[in-house]
């Protein structure tokens, strides 16, 4: 049976809100895994797009996507995409006996994580699953690294090494968003 | 004073001894700061109890290690890597790959990890 995100407790994460995230993300192959284009993502006239994850074990999520209509897909598409391929990949995707992605990680993603991962100037990440059911969201440019894991339970860590603004942190936690987005930020080619 | 025992490490095997580890499609990144700009991520080195196979007892070479998995890539590190982050590294045969072998200790800090995922050499690339 389909789930909305209403019907799990998170109406709030039902909706994404493209307004105010006017960035665009930079084109770049950052993964293996590349989600190929997908027709079901495309926004309507209306500046709003309403698509289902399915995951492996069965659960759905269903998220809408709220925009003036022209916002460009770049801004968005790439990120949507990938999840939605990754929602897919079954137990022991990775041979060593992993789980599969958890619905519970692509909604602490959405409610943590997407004010970063879609800001002005944060260029496309690579996203990784995580044996656990976790995800795991890594740049490394420029010199600067950056990685997001965030698990289906118990705390996020992440890691910036930014060498030239002297910033060297691992923490498990609250996220200093902060710090990571002027990473992130120094990284992109507009950054010179 | 108490000293906390780190993790079970076999002496036999030495610090050049070559470990493979299978790479699924999913878990590789682009860094610009490392050769061919492509690598494993640091999430594949997140168990305590890391899966690999000692490669000079890795009977039929890359081709046993990936039956099955022709997809995937591989990537290659040394006990001595491994120790220098602070895990040990054991053998754990089994029928299929009598050369196997695991790589204890905690990997809860990011760090070890990536380093490890920045280091170690690439055999082959996932699809390749």
Known sequence: MSQTA?????????????????????????????????????MAPS????????????????????GSGAEPATLW??????????ARLSPDWDSYGAKPLS???????L?????????DGVPEAAIVPTRDGGLQFEWHRRGIDVEIRVPPEGPIEFLVSDPDAGVDEEQTGPMDEGVILAALQRMSPATN | MTTVPGPADDGSI????????????SQWVSDDSVEGRFRASSANFDDDELSVVIARECTGGLATLLDGHEHFGVAS?????????????????????????????KKSHKKGKQKLAKSCRILKLPGS
């Open chain 1, 103 to 109: 619905q519970i990680t692509v909604q602490r993603v």
């Open chain 1, 77 to 86: 598409r790439p990120f949507f995409a990938t999840i939605q391929t990754l």
């Open chain 2, 77 to 105: 590190f040394t006990a001595g890597e491994a120790r220098t982050l602070g895990w040990g590294v054991v053998r754990d045969p089994d029928d299929l790959l009598p050369g196997h072998a695991l790589v204890l200790g």
């Open chain 1, 6 to 42: 209403a019907d799990v407790g998170i109406a709030a994460l039902a909706s994404v809100d493209l307004h105010r995230m006017r960035g665009g993300f930079e084109e770049h192959a950052s993964t293996g895994l590349r989600a190929p284009a997908n027709a079901n993502l495309t």
């Open chain 2, 14 to 25: 030495e610090n050049d001894v070559e470990l493979w580890r299978r790479i699924p499609p």
């Open chain 1, 111 to 119: 409610t943590k994580l997407l004010p970063i991962l879609l800001h």
């Open chain 1, 47 to 66: 500046g709003r797009l309403r698509f289902e994850l399915v995951f492996a074990q069965g659960e759905n999520l269903e998220l809408e996507l709220r």
